[in-house]
């Protein structure tokens, strides 16, 4: 008899010690970005608020140096989700890959030209050397559009790839090259160096910059798991856009992925403001992917490269 109250004793006592049931079964979802920047507010607040955890997510983020870096990473199975430049995810797609934009992490394009300080208007830039994330799509389509839109056409000046935003960024100010697109809030630290900015890639493109990809298989078979990281992004996209957390947003950000908190108050105030630059609610619609289709002189349904059925179900119990 004493053997079974011993046992009976040890089970409750085992009982009561157990770790809750979300944090014994946390989903694991590892997560790609490209770079130190902003584009990815949402989900660095999700992070360090807790969100992801209480949704029973346990994030792995991992930051590539580009954007097709990171849309290889997840043809191939690396990671699970990634914030993927919106046009080099259809062009993987449009080759096949099989691949879904679920959200969007911005609404709008968030790159900023900014030039050398003796560069002073657009038509300065006739016959200089301008830097790129590569040499096609993302921000060599999206510096091509906004010169184009300024009067400057694309024989009259060069272009070379140079990677990511602070390669970029370093090419610009060290003076490799007379302009470029960069991703804030870097644009921030080289207007504080003395470059100038000549203007913003959504005054020439209406389209969403950075959304939400997944392979479609995976998905299908972790439906729950990509349901819960959807909403908890959307709860830190609704934190993100409270002024009332303009202070805390910032805090994030600089904590996340460095710079200044002075950068990052003006980010917030740029992006969460008249600007709207970041997607409330993580929405996206299929008009907004046709801009890019448009571009290509594709004739494709956009809403073929869309799956919002996880959103939606996120949204509904948000």
Avoid: C
Avoid at 111 to 124: C, G, K
């Amino acid at each position: 008899m004493k053997t079974l109250f011993a046992a009976l004793a040890m089970l409750v006592t085992g009982i009561a010690a157990a770790p809750p049931a979300q944090a014994q079964a946390l989903r694991e979802v590892t997560y790609a970005y490209a770079g130190p920047t902003s584009y990815y507010w949402d989900i660095f607040i999700a992070q360090e608020r807790g969100y992801l955890k209480e949704e029973g997510v346990k994030l792995d983020l991992i930051m590539t140096d580009n954007v097709a870096q990171q849309t290889q990473m997840l043809v191939t199975g690396a990671v699970h989700i990634i914030g993927a430049n919106a046009e080099v995810a259809l062009v993987a797609m449009e080759k096949g890959a099989p691949l879904a934009i679920v959200g969007a992490q911005t609404a709008k394009q968030g790159f900023v030209f900014m030039a050398r300080p003796e560069i002073r208007t657009f038509a300065d830039l006739k016959g200089k050397l301008l830097g790129a994330t590569q040499l096609q799509d993302a921000s060599a389509t999206m510096l091509m559009e906004l010169l184009k839109k300024n009067g400057v056409q694309r024989d009259s000046y060069d272009m070379i790839a140079l990677g990511g935003t602070p390669n970029r960024f370093a090419a610009l100010t060290n003076g490799a090259v007379a302009g470029t697109l960069l991703s804030p809030p870097l644009d921030y630290r080289a207007a504080s160096l003395g470059m100038r900015k000549l203007g913003y890639a959504f005054e020439a493109f209406d389209g969403p910059q950075v959304v939400y990809t997944v392979q479609k298989d995976w998905a299908r078979k972790n439906e729950d798991t990509l349901v819960r990281f959807l909403r908890a992004a959307a709860r830190g996209m609704a934190f993100l856009y409270d002024p009332a957390n303009r202070e805390a947003s910032a805090d994030i950000l600089v904590k996340t992925i460095g710079g200044t908190k002075a950068d990052a108050l003006m980010n917030y105030d740029d992006w969460m403001g008249s600007n709207k630059v970041m997607a409330e609610n993580l929405r996206i619609t299929p008009q907004g992917l046709k801009a890019f289709l448009d571009l290509r002189g594709s004739k494709e349904d956009p809403a073929k490269f869309l799956d919002l059925s996880y959103l939606e179900k996120a949204l509904a119990k948000k």
